[in-house]
C-alpha cells in the first residue's frame, strides 16, 4: 500500500527548513561578491532565525487549522536536527564553539531519536514524548546559536560571550534531558531482559 505526504502549508515549510540548510552553511563559502564577509555572520544569522521561526509557524498552523500528519511528525524533528547540527558544525569549524559541546549536542539528539523510534516499536512512545526539561534546552540553543553566529558586538552587548554561556548552558540541559528520557525508557528495557 503506497501512502503520500501530506501536501500542506506545515510541511511546505518544514522542507523550506530542510532547504534553507545548503545556503545557510554555504554563506560561509560564498564569493565575497555574493556575500561580503563583513555581512556572512549577519545574514547567516537572519538564515538561522527565519528557519526557527518557521519550525514555531508549521507548528502552530498544524495544530490551528488540523493539518497535522504523521508525516510531518516524522520530518519537523529531523529538519530541527538537521538545521541545529549544521549551525553547530559551521560554528566548530569557525571556533565558535567548544568540540565537546558539540559532540554532546549531536550525540544526545541522535540517541534520544533512536530512544524515540524503539520506543514507537514497542508502544511505548508516551514514555519518552517531549518534555518540559527538552523545551527549556531547546530554547536555550535556539537563543544561543544566533548569538554565536551573529558573534559582531550589538547595542553594546558581546553576543559571543551571552551566546557561548548559553550554549555551555544548553549542553547541561542536554545530558540532564537525555538521562530524563533514558530514565523514563529503562522499566521497558528491564521488562524485555
Do not use: C
Not at 51 to 73: C, V
Not at 92 to 100: E, F
Not at 118 to 127: D, F, L, T, V, Y
Not at 132 to 138: C, D, P, Q, S, W
Amino acid at each position: 500500500m503506497r501512502t503520500s505526504m501530506p501536501l500542506n502549508l506545515p510541511n511546505l515549510l518544514t522542507w523550506l527548513r530542510i532547504i534553507l540548510i545548503p545556503l545557510f552553511v554555504g554563506i560561509f563559502y560564498f564569493e565575497n561578491s555574493w556575500v561580503s564577509a563583513a555581512n556572512q555572520n549577519l545574514v547567516a544569522t537572519v538564515i538561522f532565525v527565519a528557519a526557527a521561526l518557521t519550525d514555531w509557524l508549521d507548528g502552530w498552523i498544524a495544530r490551528k487549522f488540523n493539518q497535522t500528519s504523521a508525516f510531518g511528525a516524522f520530518l519537523d524533528p529531523v529538519a530541527d536536527k538537521l538545521m541545529v547540527a549544521a549551525a553547530l558544525i559551521v560554528l566548530l569549524k569557525l571556533g565558535r564553539v567548544h568540540d565537546v559541546v558539540v559532540l554532546i549536542i549531536i550525540g544526545r539528539e541522535i540517541t534520544v531519536s533512536a530512544l524515540r523510534e524503539w520506543m514507537a516499536q514497542i508502544g511505548q512512545s508516551k514514555s519518552v514524548a517531549v518534555s518540559f526539561l527538552g523545551k527549556v534546552k531547546t530554547a536555550t540553543q535556539m537563543v544561543a546559536i544566533p548569538m554565536l553566529l551573529y558573534h559582531d558586538r550589538l547595542l553594546g552587548l558581546d553576543p559571543q560571550m551571552l551566546g557561548t554561556g548559553l550554549i555551555y548552558v544548553a549542553a547541561l540541559l542536554t545530558l540532564v534531558s537525555m538521562f530524563y528520557y533514558l530514565k523514563a525508557a529503562l522499566p521497558e528495557r528491564l521488562k524485555r531482559d
